[in-house]
Every structure is written in C-alpha cells, then in structure tokens.
C-alpha cells in the first residue's frame, strides 16, 4: 500500500524548508524557507483535513537538519517460542509488540530494552538487529506527517512478571497461530510479526533492511 503523493510532497517539502531554515543566513532566504514550511502545512492540512495552524504548530516545532525519526520495537519469545504483546492504550487497545521512540542519550537498544520494560514489567537482553524498515515503505496505516526508521531487535528474557502501564492495558504471549487480528497497524503489521518469528526460529537469517 503506498502513501498518497500530497503526503510524500508535502513531507519533502517541509523537510527542505526546515533544513534550509538551519542554515540559511540571508534573511530574504531565510522567508523563502518559512513560505515553503506554509506551503508544506497547506498541502498537508488540505489532504489530512487536519486544521492548517495545527500542521504549521507541528512544522515549526521541528529544527536542525530533517531526518527520520527513529522507532525501536522488539521481538521477545518465551520458552514455548510464544511472542510477547501488549495492548496499546494511545490505539484503542490494539496488539502491537513492545516499543517507541528512541531516547536521547540511550543507545537504540537501550532504548528497546526500556520500552520492552515500561510497557509490560519484562527485563530482556537484545540478542540481534532483525529489521530495519521505513516505515512508508510498510503501508502501515494512518500515514504519518514524518518520515520514520523503524529498528526490529529480538531480545531475550532474563527477568520481570507482566505489568501493565499507563500506555498498556494487557501483556500476552501468543504462539504464532494465536497473533490476534486487532492489530496496531501505526505500529505493527502481521507480516513483521511473521518475519520476526522467522529470525527467531533462524539465527542465522541476515538483518532486513528498506
């Protein structure tokens, strides 16, 4: 499923005036940029129906230099090779695997093994990179306004009992026949599930990527 092009646009776009917004000095430059931002918040504004002044908001929080955001998820099993999943609050309590956004000053593992604790009690230890996806190119759905690197870890359990939290209202294992269909589809898709039993069930499957 691909994206619609008035998002592609619109994300490429902002992300020229907000990197030319870095490091323009010229002030006449520098309004060009700001114009481009406007643009960028019009045309997504039209194609999301979001109301412009929150896209523009949203568009002026962002400095420095555009690049991906950075998602870390992890692929825990247990002993009878079930996959760890929780419900997620933010989405209507659908299933997706454990995760979020990287953390500033963790490293992306780091940051794994975190979310893997806060979002269900469980202590794991990452074992290996099994993924690495833009998220556009996954037809997750809804799209988002930026572009996002999506980093699968698998990791092992070494501790922990299941415990909900405020972004997690149920912890489960399922085996791969039980993976509920009320996915999270923001955040997980079946075949990255079905991928992720595969690297666990074969160590010596390389890292995906794209």
């Known amino acids: 499923m691909s994206e619609p092009e008035w998002l592609i646009w619109a994300r490429e776009v902002q992300a020229i005036a907000q990197t030319g917004l870095t490091?323009?000095?010229d002030p006449f430059d520098r309004e060009r940029y700001e114009m481009l931002r406007t643009l960028a918040a019009k045309v997504m504004a039209h194609g999301s129906g979001a109301p412009i002044q929150?896209?523009?908001?949203?568009?002026?929080?962002?400095?420095?230099?555009?690049?991906?955001?950075l998602e870390v998820r992890t692929g825990v099993f247990d002993a009878q090779n079930r996959?760890?999943?929780?419900?997620?609050?933010?989405?209507?309590?659908?299933?997706?695997v454990p995760g979020g956004w990287a953390d500033?000053?963790?490293?992306?593992?780091?940051?794994?093994?975190?979310?893997?604790?806060?979002?269900?009690?469980?202590t794991v230890r990452m074992t290996r990179l099994a993924m690495v996806l833009d998220r556009a190119k996954q037809g997750h759905e809804?799209?988002?306004?930026?572009?996002?690197?999506?980093?699968?870890?698998?990791?092992?359990?070494?501790?922990?009992?299941?415990?909900?939290?405020?972004?997690?209202?149920?912890?489960?294992?399922?085996?791969?026949?039980?993976?509920?269909?009320?996915?999270?589809?923001?955040?997980?898709?079946?075949?990255?599930?079905?991928?992720?039993?595969?690297?666990h069930a074969d160590l010596s499957l390389p890292t995906e990527f794209d």
Do not use: C
Not at 55 to 69: C, V
Not at 83 to 96: A, F, G, I, S, Y
Not at 105 to 122: C, D, I, Q
Not at 187 to 199: E, G, M, N
């Open 83 to 96: 996959l760890l999943m929780v419900r997620e609050v933010l989405d209507q309590n659908r299933w997706t």
């Open 142 to 199: 809804p799209p988002e306004a930026f572009s996002i690197t999506k980093l699968f870890f698998l990791g092992e359990l070494t501790g922990g009992t299941p415990t909900t939290s405020i972004e997690t209202s149920e912890v489960r294992f399922f085996a791969r026949n039980e993976i509920p269909h009320d996915l999270s589809t923001g955040r997980i898709s079946r075949h990255q599930i079905d991928r992720l039993f595969a690297h």
């Open 104 to 122: 500033v000053n963790l490293s992306a593992s780091e940051s794994a093994a975190k979310e893997v604790w806060e979002e269900t009690g469980y």
């Open 54 to 69: 929150q896209i523009e908001n949203l568009f002026t929080q962002q400095t420095g230099y555009a690049t991906p955001k």
């Open 23 to 25: 490091f323009a000095k």
